[in-house]
Nanobody, 114 residues
Framework: VQLQASGGGLVQPGGSLRLSCAAS????????MGWYRQTPGKLKELLAD???????TYVNSVQGRFTISRDNAKNTVYLQMNNLKPEDTGVYYC?????????WGQGTQVTVSS
């Protein structure tokens, strides 16, 4: 399974971005999909995840600002990010769980700065 993330970039505080992550190659049965963020010197932090039937969870810091969704027909997970803050800056990674294995995308940089 390969995951291709896209949609990162530079945005001003208060702005919005939408990240996408498309899975390909033997994707039948993908379960949980999620988005993580990593900042320098820190481990990846789970931001949000979504089950195959659409149940979502969020970390407190993004609750109400970020929305995770998925399109199972396209094997794609999205992260709509609104009201972005400078502390949201980091490299965003998607992942997917398939048959007890975790697959990771390559990461996309999000920079929130004026």
């Amino acid at each position: 399974v390969q995951l291709q993330a896209s949609g990162g970039g530079l945005v001003q505080p208060g702005g919005s971005l939408r990240l996408s992550c498309a899975a390909s190659g033997g994707t039948a049965g993908i379960g949980l999909m999620g988005w993580y963020r990593q900042t320098p010197g820190k481990l990846k932090e789970l931001l949000a995840d979504v089950s195959s039937n659409g149940v979502t969870t969020y970390v407190n810091s993004v609750q109400g600002r970020f929305t995770i969704s998925r399109d199972n027909a396209k094997n794609t997970v999205y992260l709509q990010m609104n009201n972005l803050k400078p502390e949201d800056t980091g490299v965003y990674y998607c992942n997917a769980v398939l048959r007890d294995r975790v697959y990771w995308g390559q990461g996309t940089q999000v920079t929130v700065s004026s």
